[in-house]
């Protein structure tokens, strides 16, 4: 099982703000950054945000954000659009296990 | 356009090996370290490994759970990178991704993706 833990499930009606928690260690979002990835059906995993300052790459909404806070993280959709509905992916580098770990994965639906 | 291309997937018995191959082109390969990431059947992803550049020495770190059993290469002048995976087990079925770091060195998963290759291992 995974290091990192997120909500099974997310939901809300169009144009609201949906967040996904991402709950780690002090050997993972402690002390790496925090990439979050949005997975639709069938398809390869995309990068949404990422780096110390929650960049999103080009061509990601600004409706998308991150932040961290200690051993947490956290992925905001504001504005939420019938496209948004996918699953969504915390992940960051874990010293101890000296290896990349996914969160659990959140299945947001609209 | 940085395009990566998986291939090699296929049925393949339990105990036996497979290799796995990620053909890559829009950029210079040599300067980027590679990722491989899976994701079983209705599972979330899991991290594979990944291979730094030639430059930083060609290293490969792994997950425990292939650790022993599977190996990245890369070979820089025909932009490919692979995973051989050696003493296959049923657990190994997924869907098989590969990644262009950011960089050549630290292993950050980033922008650019394979479409993936199905690896069913079964008897």
């Known amino acids: 099982q995974s290091v990192l833990t997120q909500p099974p499930s997310a939901s809300g009606t169009p144009g609201q703000r949906v967040s996904i928690s991402c709950s780690g260690s002090?050997?993972?979002?402690?002390?790496?950054?925090v990439n979050w990835f949005q997975q639709l059906p069938g398809t390869a995993p995309k990068l949404l945000i990422y780096?110390?300052?929650?960049q999103r790459p080009s061509g990601v909404p600004d409706r998308f954000s991150g932040s961290k806070s200690g051993t947490s993280a956290s992925l905001a959709i504001s504005g939420l659009q019938s496209e948004d509905e996918a699953d969504y992916y915390c992940?960051?580098?874990?010293?101890?296990?000296?290896?990349?770990?996914f969160g659990t994965g959140t299945q947001v639906s609209v | 356009e940085v395009q990566l291309a998986e291939s090699g997937g296929g049925l393949v018995q339990p105990g036996r090996s497979l290799r796995l191959s990620c053909t890559a082109s829009?950029?210079?390969?040599?300067?980027?370290?590679m990722t491989w990431v899976r994701q079983a059947p209705g599972k979330g992803l899991e991290w594979v490994g990944f291979?730094?550049?030639?430059?930083?020495?060609?290293?490969?770190e792994y997950a425990a759970s292939v650790k022993d059993r599977f190996t990245i290469s890369r070979d820089d002048s025909k932009s490919i990178a692979y995973l051989q995976m050696n003493s296959l087990k049923t657990e190994d079925t997924a869907v098989y991704y590969c990644?262009?770091?950011?960089?050549?060195?630290?292993?950050?998963?980033?922008?650019?993706w394979g479409p993936g290759t199905l690896v069913t291992v079964s008897s």
């Open positions: 990644s262009r770091n950011p960089s050549g060195f630290f292993p950050d998963v980033g922008v650019y």
């Open positions: 992940a960051a580098w874990d010293d101890s296990l000296n290896s990349y770990v």
């Open positions: 002090s050997s993972n979002i402690g002390s790496n950054t």
């Open positions: 829009g950029f210079t390969f040599v300067d980027y370290a």
């Open positions: 291979i730094r550049s030639t430059a930083y020495g060609g290293t490969a």
């Open positions: 780096g110390t300052q929650n």
